[in-house]
Nanobody
């Protein structure tokens, strides 16, 4: 079973950028659609972005469209989330997840979540 570990979070000022990474173990990385989710304090976990197994298709939540870019390098078993023009509202713990299928963006469909990586955007 593929294991995913998030990294790259930190503290940044509004308008700044961060790049998150999601590293995976296992030999079937390219077979899996992947997604980024986030959970802010006191709020439900929400979908952020998704990418298909070969990286051909991507999809974004409206709240991050045009500011965030999801990508993957299947030779390195790693997925990325480039976050630009960050806003205080982007403050959350960010999680990467192997999707049940490309298009299944409902976080309630997933039972197990890793530790995530904290992103804090100051105003």
């Amino acid at each position: 079973q593929m294991q995913l570990v998030e990294s790259g979070g930190g503290l940044v000022q509004a308008g700044g950028s961060l790049r998150l990474s999601c590293s995976a173990t296992g030999r079937t990385f390219s077979m899996h659609a992947l997604g980024w989710f986030r959970q802010a304090p006191g709020k439900e976990r929400e979908f952020v972005a998704a990418i298909s197994g070969l990286g051909i298709s991507t999809y974004y939540a409206d709240s991050v469209k045009g500011r965030f870019t999801i990508s993957r390098d299947n030779t390195k078993n790693t997925m990325y989330l480039q976050m630009d023009s960050l806003k205080p509202g982007d403050t959350a713990v960010y999680y990467c997840k192997s999707l049940n299928y490309y298009g299944d963006y409902d976080p309630r469909h997933y039972a197990y979540w890793g530790q995530g990586t904290q992103v804090t955007v100051s105003s």
